[in-house]
């Protein structure tokens, strides 16, 4: 695999019917949308990740069912449960001004507005109300993703963020 930035958006549940089709949870935020990318780089478990590509897809309850092209049979599809999905962040869309990626924030040192670090970003959480932010350092925060209001600045080529945050909260 070449040096470039993976992006997991979705992982292989079980295999659908017995032409090859597979059951997906998708990651994207319209859990469909995972279906605009392709190929898939997916990494099987105990295996080296390969490209795969996309041939239909439709959305089935609360998951996605897939078909490859290189997988015909369900005997195929079975040997990808568990394998986690994978899209180069080239295959992203730019977002637009003032959006993000939560890939790209992660790992992003985060200060108070009186230039107090809290740590890095280590992951985000979707809740609904907004997205949060989980701060690792000395210790931990969870910090509510709201742009203007408590995000005040975000530098990503610096990979820093100032928030407007009681370090005592």
Not at 53 to 82: C, M, P, W, Y
Not at 91 to 105: A, C, F, H, T, V
Request: glycine share 8%; proline share 6%.
């Amino acid at each position: 695999m070449p040096d470039t930035k993976l992006i997991k958006i979705g992982e292989i549940t079980s295999s659908f019917g017995i032409k090859g089709w597979l059951k997906i949870f998708s990651f994207t935020d319209e859990r469909a949308r995972i279906l605009d990318f392709t190929p898939w780089i997916i990494k099987k478990p105990h295996a080296e990740p390969a490209n795969y590509t996309l041939s239909d897809g439709a959305l089935h309850g609360k998951n996605v069912i897939a078909k490859l092209k290189e997988i015909d049979t369900r005997n195929q599809a079975d040997t990808f449960i568990g394998s986690e999905i994978f899209i180069r962040q080239e295959q992203l869309p730019r977002p637009q001004q003032g959006e993000y990626y939560w890939s790209d924030l992660l790992g992003i040192a985060v200060s108070t507005l009186s230039n107090v670090p809290l740590g890095y970003i280590d992951s985000m959480l979707e809740t609904g109300a907004n997205d949060v932010m989980i701060i690792k350092g000395e210790r931990e925060y969870a910090i509510p993703f709201i742009h203007g209001q408590v995000i005040i600045s975000i530098d990503l080529p610096e990979k820093k963020m100032i928030v407007d945050w009681d370090p005592e909260f």
